[in-house]
């Protein structure tokens, strides 16, 4: 399925602390022609979407996160760019906090483990959304 490209970018930044799982999805994202930049905690991603916050389109972070929550670092990218979209991943949830973090602008949430075709269809929906 070819993406509709809304704005030319395609960017996902993929936050992710296990150095395996982000190289995971860098490869299932970019073998469907995704670009994907990476960083393996919040601070670092704060500091990849600054410095690249005209391509990155959507985020894709794991929410237990060292030196910055992936919930807070979101928060920090939307400070720049309140477009970014989100999606945030957890291997454990409480459905109240996935209420607060949708309400907080995240796009949607996803239970660990990453399931691909079902990333690959939430990115696609999400590039695929006209402004």
């Known amino acids: 399925m070819e993406s509709k490209k809304v704005n030319g970018r395609d960017t ?3 936050v992710e ?3 395996s799982l982000r190289e995971l999805l860098r490869l299932v994202l970019e073998g469907n ?22 391509e990155i ?7 237990g996160l060292p030196r910055l929550g992936g919930w807070e670092a979101f928060l920090k990218m939307r400070e720049i760019n309140p477009e970014l979209k989100g999606i945030l991943a957890s291997g454990f949830f409480i459905p109240e906090v996935r209420t607060e973090i949708i309400k907080s602008g995240a796009r949607d949430f996803i ?3 990453y399931n ?12 695929n959304e006209t402004k």
């Open 33 to 54: 022609g995704i670009k994907v930049l990476q960083a393996a905690d919040g601070i670092e991603a704060v500091e990849v979407f600054t410095a690249h916050k005209d």
């Open 111 to 113: 239970q660990k483990p």
């Open 116 to 127: 691909s075709a079902h990333i690959i269809k939430m990115i696609r929906d999400l590039l």
């Open 12 to 14: 996902v930044l993929i």
């Open 57 to 63: 389109e959507i985020v894709l972070s794991d929410l």
């Open 17 to 19: 602390d296990e150095e």
